[in-house]
C-alpha cells in the first residue's frame, strides 16, 4: 500500500458519475481509444472489487449483454440482474465453473493486482504471474476474434510477454492511461482480434 492518496479529479469525478473507484476511467480511456464493448457482448472482469469496472462494462454492453466478475474481495455494491459476481481466487477458479453463466466470452478483462510490497522485482513478478492466469483463462473462454486487456507491471518479462501475445492477437499495443498514477509502473496490454488457431473455445 502506497497509503494514504489525496482525493484528485479523477477520484471527484468517479464519484459525480456513480462510479465506485477512480480506476473506471483507466477502462473508459482505454475503450475509447481501441473501442473494446459493443452492446449484447459477454465480458469477463477477472480481479473486479470495488466493481467500477463491472458499473462501466454493463453500461457498455446493455441488458443484452452479460458482464461475470471474479475476485477474492466480496462486492458490496448493487449490481444490474445481467451482471454476476464469483468470490473466487483466479487460480483456484476453472473455466468449468464458469459455465452455467457463459461458456464463452467476447472480451476477458483483468485488472488483477497483487498487494504490493515496495520491493519493485517481487511485485513486477506477482503482477506478470496474474497476467499470465487471466491470459490462460482468455485462451480457454475468449471466442476467435475476442479481446483481452491485462494489467501488468513493466518488468522482466515483459517484452516477451508482447511478443507472445502478437503471436495469439491479431492486433497489441500497450496503453498507459492518463488515469494511472504518475508514479505507478502498471501498463496495460490491449490484445485484440483473438486468432482462431489460438482458441481453445469449441463451442458455436
Ligand atoms: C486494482 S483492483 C481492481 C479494481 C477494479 N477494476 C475496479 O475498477 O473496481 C485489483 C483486484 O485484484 C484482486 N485480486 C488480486 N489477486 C487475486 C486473485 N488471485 N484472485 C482474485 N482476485 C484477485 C484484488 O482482490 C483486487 O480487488
Given amino acids: 500500500m502506497t497509503g494514504w492518496q ?8 468517479a464519484k459525480k458519475e456513480g462510479f465506485i473507484a477512480r480506476s473506471v476511467f483507466k477502462l473508459e480511456e482505454v475503450d475509447r481509444r481501441v473501442r473494446l464493448f459493443k452492446p449484447g457482448q459477454r465480458v469477463l472482469d477477472l480481479g473486479c472489487h470495488p466493481g467500477s469496472w463491472l458499473q462501466y462494462c454493463a453500461r457498455a454492453v446493455g441488458k443484452r449483454g452479460l458482464v461475470v466478475g471474479v475476485d477474492t474481495r466480496k462486492i458490496s455494491i448493487e449490481l444490474p440482474p445481467h451482471v454476476h459476481f464469483i468470490q473466487a481466487d483466479v487460480f483456484e477458479i476453472l473455466p468449468a465453473d464458469l459455465y452455467q453463466i457463459s461458456e464463452e ?8 493486482a497483487p498487494s504490493t510490497t515496495g520491493v519493485r522485482s517481487v511485485d513486477s513478478s506477482r503482477s506478470f504471474t496474474l497476467f499470465q492466469r487471466a491470459l490462460s483463462l482468455a485462451d480457454d ?3 476467435p476474434g ?3 486487456l491485462g494489467k501488468i507491471f513493466q518488468g522482466s518479462g515483459f517484452d ?4 507472445e501475445l502478437k503471436g495469439r492477437f491479431g492486433k497489441v499495443r500497450g496503453i498507459k492511461p492518463r488515469a494511472t498514477r504518475s508514479q505507478s509502473k502498471e501498463i496495460y496490454l490491449v490484445a485484440m482480434d483473438k486468432k482462431k488457431e489460438n482458441s481453445r473455445v469449441t463451442k458455436n
Avoid: A, T
Avoid at 6 to 13: E, G, I, N
Avoid at 160 to 163: P, R, S, T
Fill in 146 to 148: 475476442g479481446h483481452f
Fill in 160 to 163: 516477451e510477454m508482447v511478443k
Fill in 141 to 143: 473462454l475468449l471466442v
Fill in 105 to 112: 466470452f467476447d472480451v476477458v478483462l483483468s485488472d488483477l
Fill in 6 to 13: 489525496p482525493q484528485d479529479h479523477y477520484f471527484r469525478r
